[in-house]
Protein backbone atom coordinates (compact mmCIF):
# COMPACT_ATOMS: atom_id res chain seq x y z
CA UNK A 1 0.00 0.00 0.00
CA UNK A 2 1.34 3.29 -1.21
CA UNK A 3 1.24 6.26 2.54
CA UNK A 4 1.03 9.78 1.97
CA UNK A 5 4.82 9.32 3.49
CA UNK A 6 5.61 7.56 0.55
CA UNK A 7 4.84 9.99 -1.65
CA UNK A 8 6.09 12.47 0.03
CA UNK A 9 9.27 11.30 0.35
CA UNK A 10 9.35 10.54 -3.27
CA UNK A 11 9.20 14.17 -3.95
CA UNK A 12 11.56 15.47 -1.79
CA UNK A 13 14.49 13.02 -3.09
CA UNK A 14 13.05 14.52 -6.99
CA UNK A 15 13.64 17.81 -5.32
CA UNK A 16 17.43 16.87 -3.90
CA UNK A 17 18.15 15.13 -7.56
CA UNK A 18 16.73 18.88 -8.97
CA UNK A 19 18.55 20.99 -6.80
CA UNK A 20 21.91 19.20 -6.42
CA UNK A 21 23.16 21.28 -9.82
CA UNK A 22 21.95 24.01 -8.62
CA UNK A 23 23.58 23.99 -5.25
CA UNK A 24 26.87 23.28 -6.33
CA UNK A 25 27.15 24.70 -9.93
CA UNK A 26 29.85 22.55 -11.36
CA UNK A 27 29.95 20.45 -14.26
CA UNK A 28 32.09 18.16 -12.85
CA UNK A 29 29.23 17.50 -10.25
CA UNK A 30 26.71 17.40 -13.03
CA UNK A 31 28.74 15.03 -14.81
CA UNK A 32 28.86 12.86 -12.17
CA UNK A 33 25.23 12.97 -11.20
CA UNK A 34 24.29 11.81 -14.77
CA UNK A 35 26.30 9.01 -14.71
CA UNK A 36 24.45 8.75 -11.53
CA UNK A 37 20.97 8.61 -13.02
CA UNK A 38 22.07 6.24 -15.51
CA UNK A 39 23.13 3.69 -13.23
CA UNK A 40 19.80 4.43 -11.59
CA UNK A 41 17.70 3.06 -14.52
CA UNK A 42 19.51 0.25 -14.80
CA UNK A 43 19.77 -0.93 -11.38
CA UNK A 44 15.82 -0.47 -11.27
CA UNK A 45 15.39 -2.09 -14.09
CA UNK A 46 17.37 -4.90 -13.08
CA UNK A 47 15.61 -5.31 -10.03
CA UNK A 48 12.04 -4.69 -11.86
CA UNK A 49 12.68 -8.33 -13.71
CA UNK A 50 15.10 -10.20 -11.21
CA UNK A 51 14.21 -8.68 -8.11
CA UNK A 52 10.77 -9.47 -8.21
CA UNK A 53 10.93 -12.53 -9.64
CA UNK A 54 14.45 -13.73 -8.21
CA UNK A 55 15.42 -14.77 -11.87
CA UNK A 56 19.00 -13.39 -11.57
CA UNK A 57 20.31 -12.18 -14.92
CA UNK A 58 23.85 -11.94 -14.65
CA UNK A 59 23.94 -9.89 -18.17
CA UNK A 60 22.17 -6.51 -17.61
CA UNK A 61 24.95 -5.06 -19.53
CA UNK A 62 24.00 -6.37 -22.73
CA UNK A 63 20.62 -4.43 -22.40
CA UNK A 64 23.04 -1.64 -21.94
CA UNK A 65 25.13 -2.49 -24.40
CA UNK A 66 22.45 -3.03 -27.42
CA UNK A 67 20.97 0.72 -26.61
CA UNK A 68 24.33 2.42 -26.07
CA UNK A 69 25.31 1.06 -29.20
CA UNK A 70 22.30 1.64 -31.22
CA UNK A 71 22.93 4.98 -30.26
CA UNK A 72 25.84 4.90 -31.67
CA UNK A 73 25.55 3.06 -35.18
CA UNK A 74 22.29 5.30 -35.49
CA UNK A 75 24.42 8.84 -35.05
CA UNK A 76 27.84 7.99 -35.60
CA UNK A 77 27.04 6.26 -38.87
CA UNK A 78 23.91 6.79 -40.09
CA UNK A 79 24.06 10.89 -38.95
CA UNK A 80 20.36 10.27 -37.44
CA UNK A 81 19.35 13.06 -35.63
CA UNK A 82 20.37 11.78 -31.92
CA UNK A 83 16.66 12.08 -30.65
CA UNK A 84 15.81 9.13 -32.15
CA UNK A 85 18.32 6.82 -30.01
CA UNK A 86 15.71 7.57 -27.43
CA UNK A 87 13.45 5.54 -29.60
CA UNK A 88 15.70 3.34 -30.83
CA UNK A 89 17.37 2.07 -28.14
CA UNK A 90 14.86 0.59 -25.89
CA UNK A 91 13.18 -1.02 -29.36
CA UNK A 92 16.52 -2.68 -29.78
CA UNK A 93 17.27 -4.10 -26.20
CA UNK A 94 13.65 -5.80 -26.28
CA UNK A 95 14.35 -7.37 -29.32
CA UNK A 96 17.51 -8.76 -27.54
CA UNK A 97 15.23 -9.88 -24.85
CA UNK A 98 12.86 -11.89 -26.63
CA UNK A 99 16.35 -13.34 -28.27
CA UNK A 100 17.07 -14.19 -24.99
CA UNK A 101 13.55 -14.97 -23.07
CA UNK A 102 11.86 -17.02 -25.69
CA UNK A 103 14.78 -19.67 -25.25
CA UNK A 104 15.97 -19.80 -21.60
CA UNK A 105 12.63 -18.48 -19.33
CA UNK A 106 9.98 -21.27 -20.49
CA UNK A 107 13.27 -23.10 -18.21
CA UNK A 108 13.35 -23.47 -14.46
CA UNK A 109 17.07 -23.49 -13.34
CA UNK A 110 20.09 -21.60 -14.10
CA UNK A 111 20.17 -21.47 -18.02
CA UNK A 112 18.46 -17.85 -18.41
CA UNK A 113 21.36 -16.37 -15.97
CA UNK A 114 24.05 -18.42 -17.42
CA UNK A 115 22.50 -17.20 -21.11
CA UNK A 116 22.50 -13.39 -19.88
CA UNK A 117 26.03 -13.85 -18.78
CA UNK A 118 27.32 -15.41 -21.72
CA UNK A 119 25.92 -13.49 -24.15
CA UNK A 120 26.67 -10.39 -22.87
CA UNK A 121 30.20 -11.41 -23.36
CA UNK A 122 30.20 -12.61 -26.71
CA UNK A 123 28.54 -9.25 -27.58
CA UNK A 124 31.36 -7.04 -25.99
CA UNK A 125 33.62 -9.72 -28.63
CA UNK A 126 31.68 -9.04 -31.24
CA UNK A 127 32.16 -5.51 -30.98
CA UNK A 128 35.88 -6.37 -31.22
CA UNK A 129 35.90 -8.80 -33.62
CA UNK A 130 33.64 -6.30 -36.24
CA UNK A 131 36.14 -3.04 -35.34
CA UNK A 132 35.40 -1.71 -39.16
CA UNK A 133 31.88 -1.32 -38.13
CA UNK A 134 31.82 -0.46 -34.24
CA UNK A 135 35.86 0.91 -33.59
CA UNK A 136 36.74 -2.65 -31.71
CA UNK A 137 38.64 -1.07 -28.62
CA UNK A 138 38.09 2.47 -29.32
CA UNK A 139 34.69 2.05 -29.78
CA UNK A 140 32.09 4.69 -31.95
CA UNK A 141 33.56 8.83 -30.87
CA UNK A 142 31.93 11.54 -31.48
CA UNK A 143 27.86 11.00 -30.62
CA UNK A 144 26.34 14.17 -30.88
CA UNK A 145 25.18 15.91 -27.18
CA UNK A 146 20.97 15.59 -27.39
CA UNK A 147 20.57 18.86 -25.57
CA UNK A 148 23.57 20.90 -25.86
CA UNK A 149 23.68 22.37 -21.84
CA UNK A 150 24.80 19.40 -20.04
CA UNK A 151 22.08 20.86 -17.24
CA UNK A 152 19.96 20.69 -19.30
CA UNK A 153 20.84 17.07 -20.01
CA UNK A 154 21.09 16.49 -16.61
CA UNK A 155 17.26 17.55 -16.13
CA UNK A 156 16.27 15.65 -19.21
CA UNK A 157 18.24 12.37 -17.72
CA UNK A 158 16.11 12.82 -14.11
CA UNK A 159 12.81 13.31 -16.10
CA UNK A 160 13.14 10.12 -17.56
CA UNK A 161 14.49 8.53 -14.41
CA UNK A 162 11.43 9.32 -12.46
CA UNK A 163 9.18 8.20 -15.00
CA UNK A 164 10.67 5.20 -15.40
CA UNK A 165 10.74 4.48 -11.81
CA UNK A 166 7.14 5.74 -11.66
CA UNK A 167 6.26 3.42 -14.23
CA UNK A 168 7.97 0.01 -12.74
CA UNK A 169 6.95 0.99 -9.30
CA UNK A 170 2.99 1.38 -10.31
CA UNK A 171 3.73 -2.12 -12.17
CA UNK A 172 5.43 -3.66 -9.00
CA UNK A 173 2.40 -2.23 -7.04
CA UNK A 174 -0.29 -3.59 -9.20
CA UNK A 175 -1.66 -7.45 -10.02
CA UNK A 176 1.69 -7.81 -12.23
CA UNK A 177 3.84 -7.08 -9.42
CA UNK A 178 1.77 -9.66 -7.30
CA UNK A 179 1.97 -12.36 -9.73
CA UNK A 180 5.94 -11.44 -10.42
CA UNK A 181 6.77 -11.86 -6.91
CA UNK A 182 4.40 -15.10 -6.36
CA UNK A 183 6.44 -16.94 -9.39
CA UNK A 184 9.66 -15.89 -7.08
CA UNK A 185 7.79 -17.53 -4.44
CA UNK A 186 7.31 -20.78 -6.06
CA UNK A 187 6.80 -21.14 -10.08
CA UNK A 188 4.96 -24.79 -10.17
CA UNK A 189 2.62 -23.28 -7.38
CA UNK A 190 1.80 -20.18 -9.66
CA UNK A 191 1.49 -22.74 -12.59
CA UNK A 192 -0.94 -24.66 -10.25
CA UNK A 193 -3.07 -21.08 -9.43
CA UNK A 194 -3.10 -21.05 -13.47
CA UNK A 195 -0.79 -18.00 -14.31
CA UNK A 196 1.34 -18.74 -17.69
CA UNK A 197 4.41 -18.28 -15.99
CA UNK A 198 6.75 -17.99 -18.96
CA UNK A 199 4.57 -14.85 -20.10
CA UNK A 200 4.95 -13.00 -17.43
CA UNK A 201 8.51 -13.49 -16.90
CA UNK A 202 9.49 -12.95 -20.44
CA UNK A 203 6.99 -9.78 -20.80
CA UNK A 204 9.09 -8.46 -17.57
CA UNK A 205 12.71 -9.22 -19.38
CA UNK A 206 11.23 -6.51 -21.98
CA UNK A 207 10.19 -4.14 -20.24
CA UNK A 208 13.26 -4.26 -18.08
CA UNK A 209 15.37 -4.36 -20.80
CA UNK A 210 13.74 -1.28 -22.67
CA UNK A 211 14.79 0.52 -19.78
CA UNK A 212 17.99 -0.57 -19.42
CA UNK A 213 18.44 0.19 -23.41
CA UNK A 214 17.36 3.47 -22.92
CA UNK A 215 19.81 4.17 -19.75
CA UNK A 216 22.37 2.99 -21.85
CA UNK A 217 21.65 5.44 -24.97
CA UNK A 218 21.62 8.82 -22.59
CA UNK A 219 24.44 7.59 -21.06
CA UNK A 220 25.87 7.35 -24.43
CA UNK A 221 24.61 10.91 -25.42
CA UNK A 222 26.63 11.92 -22.50
CA UNK A 223 29.77 10.60 -22.77
CA UNK A 224 29.70 11.07 -26.51
CA UNK A 225 31.00 7.79 -26.62
CA UNK A 226 30.26 4.07 -27.17
CA UNK A 227 33.24 1.28 -26.41
CA UNK A 228 32.81 -2.65 -25.75
CA UNK A 229 32.95 -2.11 -21.64
CA UNK A 230 29.28 -1.45 -22.14
CA UNK A 231 28.78 -5.10 -22.70
CA UNK A 232 31.30 -6.33 -19.73
CA UNK A 233 30.47 -8.77 -16.54
CA UNK A 234 31.86 -6.03 -14.09
CA UNK A 235 29.04 -3.54 -15.28
CA UNK A 236 26.61 -6.28 -14.73
CA UNK A 237 28.15 -7.05 -11.45
CA UNK A 238 28.34 -3.43 -10.50
CA UNK A 239 24.73 -2.82 -10.89
CA UNK A 240 23.57 -6.30 -9.08
CA UNK A 241 25.77 -5.07 -6.03
CA UNK A 242 23.82 -1.56 -6.24
CA UNK A 243 20.77 -3.44 -6.16
CA UNK A 244 21.69 -5.41 -2.83
CA UNK A 245 22.65 -2.60 -1.04
CA UNK A 246 19.66 -0.44 -2.10
CA UNK A 247 17.33 -3.23 -1.21
CA UNK A 248 16.03 -6.11 -3.66
CA UNK A 249 12.51 -6.24 -5.26
CA UNK A 250 11.75 -2.41 -4.28
CA UNK A 251 12.64 -0.53 -7.48
CA UNK A 252 13.42 2.98 -5.58
CA UNK A 253 16.38 0.98 -3.42
CA UNK A 254 18.31 0.31 -5.87
CA UNK A 255 18.06 3.81 -7.57
CA UNK A 256 19.24 4.66 -4.41
CA UNK A 257 22.28 2.40 -4.42
CA UNK A 258 23.56 2.95 -7.81
CA UNK A 259 23.47 6.76 -6.66
CA UNK A 260 25.47 6.24 -3.12
CA UNK A 261 27.65 3.88 -5.09
CA UNK A 262 28.32 6.13 -7.60
CA UNK A 263 28.49 9.21 -5.36
CA UNK A 264 31.35 7.33 -2.78
CA UNK A 265 33.27 5.90 -5.65
CA UNK A 266 33.54 9.76 -6.52
CA UNK A 267 34.59 10.86 -3.40
CA UNK A 268 37.07 8.62 -2.91
CA UNK A 269 39.04 9.40 -5.54
CA UNK A 270 41.48 11.72 -3.53
CA UNK A 271 42.25 8.29 -1.76
CA UNK A 272 43.85 7.38 -5.22
CA UNK A 273 45.28 3.52 -4.57
CA UNK A 274 43.29 2.95 -1.08
CA UNK A 275 40.29 4.04 -2.81
CA UNK A 276 39.00 0.19 -4.15
CA UNK A 277 40.05 -0.59 -0.38
CA UNK A 278 37.80 1.20 1.25
CA UNK A 279 35.21 1.00 -1.14
CA UNK A 280 35.13 -2.92 -1.08
CA UNK A 281 35.24 -2.13 3.31
CA UNK A 282 32.23 -0.17 2.97
CA UNK A 283 30.20 -3.11 0.23
CA UNK A 284 31.43 -5.87 2.71
CA UNK A 285 30.13 -4.18 6.02
CA UNK A 286 26.79 -3.13 4.48
CA UNK A 287 26.11 -6.99 2.85
CA UNK A 288 27.46 -8.27 5.59
CA UNK A 289 25.56 -6.56 8.51
CA UNK A 290 22.77 -5.46 6.10
CA UNK A 291 22.05 -8.69 3.95
CA UNK A 292 18.68 -6.97 3.01
CA UNK A 293 20.15 -4.15 1.77
CA UNK A 294 20.38 -0.76 3.05
CA UNK A 295 17.73 2.33 1.39
CA UNK A 296 14.58 -0.22 0.91
CA UNK A 297 14.70 -1.56 4.35
CA UNK A 298 15.57 1.59 6.66
CA UNK A 299 12.50 3.56 4.70
CA UNK A 300 10.33 0.36 5.22
CA UNK A 301 11.45 1.12 9.34
CA UNK A 302 10.78 4.75 9.29
CA UNK A 303 6.98 5.03 7.14
CA UNK A 304 5.79 2.17 9.30
CA UNK A 305 5.72 6.16 12.02
CA UNK A 306 3.92 7.79 9.49
CA UNK A 307 0.90 5.35 9.18
CA UNK B 1 -24.26 -39.88 -18.42
CA UNK B 2 -20.99 -38.46 -19.53
CA UNK B 3 -17.78 -38.86 -18.07
CA UNK B 4 -16.47 -35.20 -16.31
CA UNK B 5 -12.83 -37.09 -16.68
CA UNK B 6 -12.08 -40.37 -19.32
CA UNK B 7 -8.63 -41.35 -19.40
CA UNK B 8 -7.38 -43.86 -21.73
CA UNK B 9 -4.32 -45.84 -22.46
CA UNK B 10 -2.42 -43.79 -20.27
CA UNK B 11 2.05 -44.30 -20.01
CA UNK B 12 4.60 -42.66 -18.46
CA UNK B 13 8.41 -44.35 -18.53
CA UNK B 14 11.29 -43.32 -16.42
CA UNK B 15 13.78 -44.79 -18.10
CA UNK B 16 13.44 -48.27 -17.40
CA UNK B 17 10.48 -47.71 -14.91
CA UNK B 18 7.34 -48.17 -15.84
CA UNK B 19 5.82 -45.41 -13.85
CA UNK B 20 2.04 -45.88 -14.99
CA UNK B 21 1.08 -48.72 -17.19
CA UNK B 22 -1.80 -48.29 -19.10
CA UNK B 23 -3.92 -46.59 -16.88
CA UNK B 24 -7.73 -46.21 -17.94
CA UNK B 25 -10.51 -44.87 -16.15
CA UNK B 26 -13.32 -42.56 -15.61
CA UNK B 27 -14.53 -39.97 -13.47
CA UNK B 28 -18.48 -39.07 -13.31
CA UNK B 29 -19.54 -35.36 -12.61
CA UNK B 30 -20.52 -34.94 -8.70
CA UNK B 31 -18.23 -38.27 -7.46
CA UNK B 32 -15.35 -38.43 -5.04
CA UNK B 33 -13.04 -41.24 -6.08
CA UNK B 34 -10.02 -41.91 -3.98
CA UNK B 35 -6.48 -43.56 -5.24
CA UNK B 36 -5.22 -46.26 -3.56
CA UNK B 37 -1.81 -48.04 -3.63
CA UNK B 38 1.24 -48.60 -1.91
CA UNK B 39 4.22 -45.89 -2.13
CA UNK B 40 5.74 -45.84 -5.80
CA UNK B 41 2.50 -47.03 -6.93
CA UNK B 42 2.80 -44.42 -9.63
CA UNK B 43 -0.48 -42.15 -8.09
CA UNK B 44 1.34 -38.75 -7.82
CA UNK B 45 2.85 -39.23 -11.27
CA UNK B 46 -0.77 -39.87 -12.85
CA UNK B 47 -1.82 -36.91 -10.88
CA UNK B 48 1.43 -34.71 -12.75
CA UNK B 49 0.13 -36.85 -15.95
CA UNK B 50 -3.21 -35.60 -15.69
CA UNK B 51 -2.42 -31.56 -14.93
CA UNK B 52 0.29 -31.05 -17.82
CA UNK B 53 3.41 -31.06 -15.39
CA UNK B 54 4.70 -34.06 -16.97
CA UNK B 55 3.99 -35.02 -20.55
CA UNK B 56 2.23 -38.43 -20.82
CA UNK B 57 4.43 -40.77 -23.59
CA UNK B 58 0.90 -42.52 -24.82
CA UNK B 59 -2.85 -42.49 -24.00
CA UNK B 60 -5.34 -39.60 -24.23
CA UNK B 61 -7.15 -37.63 -21.40
CA UNK B 62 -10.51 -36.15 -21.79
CA UNK B 63 -11.53 -33.72 -19.42
CA UNK B 64 -15.27 -31.91 -19.86
CA UNK B 65 -15.24 -34.06 -23.51
CA UNK B 66 -11.99 -32.01 -24.58
CA UNK B 67 -8.42 -33.21 -24.74
CA UNK B 68 -5.69 -32.32 -22.40
CA UNK B 69 -3.13 -33.74 -24.75
CA UNK B 70 0.06 -31.24 -25.38
CA UNK B 71 -1.56 -28.13 -22.48
CA UNK B 72 0.50 -26.83 -20.20
CA UNK B 73 -0.30 -27.28 -16.46
CA UNK B 74 -1.88 -23.22 -16.33
CA UNK B 75 -4.19 -23.98 -19.59
CA UNK B 76 -5.31 -27.19 -17.97
CA UNK B 77 -6.46 -25.01 -14.44
CA UNK B 78 -8.30 -22.96 -16.64
CA UNK B 79 -10.47 -25.63 -18.23
CA UNK B 80 -11.38 -26.17 -14.82
CA UNK B 81 -8.87 -29.03 -13.35
CA UNK B 82 -7.59 -27.94 -10.36
CA UNK B 83 -5.08 -29.60 -8.10
CA UNK B 84 -2.88 -29.14 -4.46
CA UNK B 85 0.20 -30.74 -3.94
CA UNK B 86 1.08 -33.38 -1.66
CA UNK B 87 4.16 -31.04 0.37
CA UNK B 88 2.52 -27.60 0.49
CA UNK B 89 3.83 -24.94 -1.52
CA UNK B 90 2.57 -21.56 -0.83
CA UNK B 91 4.28 -18.39 -2.06
CA UNK B 92 6.97 -17.29 0.11
CA UNK B 93 6.91 -13.95 1.72
CA UNK B 94 3.80 -13.17 0.73
CA UNK B 95 0.40 -12.97 3.02
CA UNK B 96 -2.35 -15.73 2.94
CA UNK B 97 -4.41 -13.03 1.30
CA UNK B 98 -1.68 -12.28 -1.81
CA UNK B 99 -1.18 -15.86 -1.72
CA UNK B 100 -4.96 -16.58 -2.79
CA UNK B 101 -5.54 -13.21 -4.58
CA UNK B 102 -3.00 -14.75 -7.14
CA UNK B 103 -5.17 -17.33 -7.89
CA UNK B 104 -7.98 -15.14 -8.35
CA UNK B 105 -6.09 -13.48 -11.15
CA UNK B 106 -6.20 -16.88 -13.55
CA UNK B 107 -7.53 -16.06 -16.72
CA UNK B 108 -11.15 -18.06 -15.92
CA UNK B 109 -11.96 -15.90 -12.96
CA UNK B 110 -10.45 -12.96 -13.48
CA UNK B 111 -12.38 -9.86 -12.80
CA UNK B 112 -11.53 -6.49 -13.27
CA UNK B 113 -10.69 -5.19 -9.64
CA UNK B 114 -9.30 -6.45 -6.78
CA UNK B 115 -10.74 -9.54 -5.86
CA UNK B 116 -10.74 -8.97 -1.92
CA UNK B 117 -14.39 -9.99 -1.42
CA UNK B 118 -13.55 -13.53 -3.17
CA UNK B 119 -10.90 -14.24 -1.18
CA UNK B 120 -12.15 -13.31 1.78
CA UNK B 121 -14.65 -15.80 1.35
CA UNK B 122 -12.74 -18.43 0.25
CA UNK B 123 -10.60 -17.88 3.49
CA UNK B 124 -14.02 -18.39 5.75
CA UNK B 125 -14.95 -21.20 3.26
CA UNK B 126 -11.47 -23.12 4.03
CA UNK B 127 -11.06 -21.65 8.05
CA UNK B 128 -8.48 -19.54 7.66
CA UNK B 129 -10.29 -16.01 7.60
CA UNK B 130 -8.56 -15.12 10.51
CA UNK B 131 -4.87 -15.65 9.32
CA UNK B 132 -5.91 -13.26 6.51
CA UNK B 133 -2.94 -11.26 7.13
CA UNK B 134 0.00 -13.45 8.01
CA UNK B 135 2.61 -14.42 6.48
CA UNK B 136 2.33 -17.85 5.48
CA UNK B 137 5.89 -18.31 6.70
CA UNK B 138 4.52 -18.70 9.84
CA UNK B 139 1.76 -20.31 9.40
CA UNK B 140 1.45 -24.29 10.82
CA UNK B 141 1.22 -27.03 8.21
CA UNK B 142 -2.28 -27.76 8.63
CA UNK B 143 -3.10 -24.16 7.87
CA UNK B 144 -0.87 -24.37 4.68
CA UNK B 145 -2.78 -27.46 3.41
CA UNK B 146 -5.93 -25.52 4.05
CA UNK B 147 -4.50 -22.43 2.29
CA UNK B 148 -3.70 -24.82 -0.74
CA UNK B 149 -7.09 -26.22 -1.37
CA UNK B 150 -8.60 -21.95 -0.73
CA UNK B 151 -5.94 -21.64 -3.52
CA UNK B 152 -7.46 -24.20 -6.06
CA UNK B 153 -11.07 -23.28 -4.82
CA UNK B 154 -10.05 -19.60 -6.33
CA UNK B 155 -9.81 -21.16 -9.88
CA UNK B 156 -13.45 -22.47 -9.40
CA UNK B 157 -12.59 -25.97 -10.48
CA UNK B 158 -14.80 -28.69 -12.00
CA UNK B 159 -12.69 -31.19 -10.34
CA UNK B 160 -10.54 -30.87 -7.83
CA UNK B 161 -7.38 -33.44 -7.27
CA UNK B 162 -6.29 -33.39 -3.79
CA UNK B 163 -3.04 -34.70 -3.51
CA UNK B 164 -2.60 -36.49 -0.07
CA UNK B 165 -4.25 -33.57 1.82
CA UNK B 166 -4.07 -35.25 5.07
CA UNK B 167 -0.45 -35.87 5.13
CA UNK B 168 1.92 -34.16 8.11
CA UNK B 169 -1.35 -33.06 9.89
CA UNK B 170 -2.34 -34.31 13.55
CA UNK B 171 -4.72 -36.33 14.43
CA UNK B 172 -7.16 -33.42 15.70
CA UNK B 173 -6.60 -31.44 12.56
CA UNK B 174 -7.76 -34.76 10.16
CA UNK B 175 -11.21 -34.28 10.75
CA UNK B 176 -11.75 -30.91 10.16
CA UNK B 177 -9.93 -30.87 6.71
CA UNK B 178 -12.01 -34.09 6.30
CA UNK B 179 -15.47 -32.52 6.74
CA UNK B 180 -14.11 -29.48 4.48
CA UNK B 181 -13.50 -32.11 1.76
CA UNK B 182 -17.16 -33.75 2.87
CA UNK B 183 -18.69 -30.20 2.21
CA UNK B 184 -16.83 -29.25 -0.85
CA UNK B 185 -18.57 -32.38 -2.21
CA UNK B 186 -22.01 -32.22 -0.62
CA UNK B 187 -22.85 -28.66 -0.92
CA UNK B 188 -20.88 -27.41 -3.51
CA UNK B 189 -21.37 -30.40 -6.00
CA UNK B 190 -17.28 -30.29 -6.57
CA UNK B 191 -16.05 -33.51 -8.16
CA UNK B 192 -13.03 -35.05 -6.04
CA UNK B 193 -10.50 -37.05 -6.79
CA UNK B 194 -7.73 -37.60 -3.88
CA UNK B 195 -4.76 -39.82 -3.24
CA UNK B 196 -4.47 -40.41 0.44
CA UNK B 197 -2.65 -42.77 3.09
CA UNK B 198 -4.54 -42.32 5.83
CA UNK B 199 -6.94 -44.84 5.60
CA UNK B 200 -9.86 -44.45 7.94
CA UNK B 201 -10.76 -41.13 6.52
CA UNK B 202 -10.11 -42.08 3.38
CA UNK B 203 -12.37 -44.93 3.43
CA UNK B 204 -15.40 -42.44 5.05
CA UNK B 205 -14.90 -40.23 2.19
CA UNK B 206 -14.79 -41.31 -1.07
CA UNK B 207 -17.43 -43.42 -3.20
CA UNK B 208 -15.18 -45.08 -5.42
CA UNK B 209 -11.31 -46.27 -5.08
CA UNK B 210 -8.92 -47.04 -7.79
CA UNK B 211 -6.29 -49.35 -6.90
CA UNK B 212 -3.01 -49.06 -8.19
CA UNK B 213 0.68 -51.16 -7.51
CA UNK B 214 3.62 -50.82 -9.85
CA UNK B 215 2.18 -47.85 -12.31
CA UNK B 216 -1.20 -49.98 -12.96
CA UNK B 217 -5.14 -50.44 -11.90
CA UNK B 218 -5.47 -53.54 -9.96
CA UNK B 219 -8.51 -52.95 -8.80
CA UNK B 220 -11.49 -50.93 -8.90
CA UNK B 221 -14.47 -50.11 -7.10
CA UNK B 222 -16.34 -49.56 -3.49
CA UNK B 223 -14.14 -48.76 -0.34
CA UNK B 224 -15.92 -52.44 0.65
CA UNK B 225 -14.91 -53.89 -2.59
CA UNK B 226 -11.60 -52.87 -2.81
CA UNK B 227 -10.59 -54.03 0.53
CA UNK B 228 -11.80 -57.45 0.34
CA UNK B 229 -9.68 -57.59 -3.08
CA UNK B 230 -7.16 -60.09 -3.25
CA UNK B 231 -5.04 -58.11 -5.48
CA UNK B 232 -5.07 -55.45 -3.27
CA UNK B 233 -4.70 -57.31 -0.04
CA UNK B 234 -1.94 -58.81 -2.14
CA UNK B 235 -0.22 -55.64 -3.01
CA UNK B 236 -0.17 -53.87 1.34
CA UNK B 237 0.40 -57.41 2.87
CA UNK B 238 2.26 -59.84 0.66
CA UNK B 239 0.56 -62.84 -0.04
CA UNK B 240 -3.16 -63.15 0.57
CA UNK B 241 -4.18 -65.40 3.25
CA UNK B 242 -7.75 -66.56 4.05
CA UNK B 243 -7.50 -65.08 7.44
CA UNK B 244 -6.73 -61.63 6.46
CA UNK B 245 -9.93 -59.38 5.99
CA UNK B 246 -9.62 -55.55 6.33
CA UNK B 247 -12.76 -53.66 7.81
CA UNK B 248 -13.21 -50.80 5.76
CA UNK B 249 -13.84 -48.68 9.35
CA UNK B 250 -10.58 -49.53 11.06
CA UNK B 251 -8.17 -48.63 8.65
CA UNK B 252 -4.75 -50.05 7.24
CA UNK B 253 -2.86 -47.11 8.86
Redesign the interface.
Known sequence: MILKADWIAALLAVAVLAAIPLVFRSSYIIGIMTVALCYGMWAASWDFMSGLTGRENFGHSLFIGAGAYTAGFLNVNFGFNPWWSLLAAPFVAVLFSLLMGFPTLRLRGPYFALAMLSASAVMQNLTIIFSTYTGGQDGLNGLFPILDSTLAYYYLTLGILVASAALLKFIANS?WG??L??I???E??????????TFYKIASLMISAAIAGLGGALYAHYQLQVGPDLFTVVLSINIIIMVYVGGMGSIYGPIGGALFLNVLTETLRGLSEFRLWVYTVVLVFILFFLPQGAIAPLWRRIRVAFR | MNALLQVTGLNKRFGGLHAVKEVSFALQPGSITGVLGPNGAGKTTMFNLLTGFIRPDAGTVLFDGQSLTGLAPHQIVNRGLARTFQLARPFAGMTVTENIEVACLAPRVRQSGKPRERVRALLDQVGLGGQAEFEVDVLPYGDLRRLEIARALATKPKLLLLDEPFAGLGAAEVGPLSDLIRRLHKSEGLTIFLIEHKLREFMQLVQEIIAMDFGEIIALGTPTEIVQHPRVIEAYLGTAQNDVSLDPGAGLA
Not at chain 1, 188 to 194: E, P, R, S
Request: aromatic share 0%; with cysteine.
Open positions: SLIRARGDATCQAAGINV
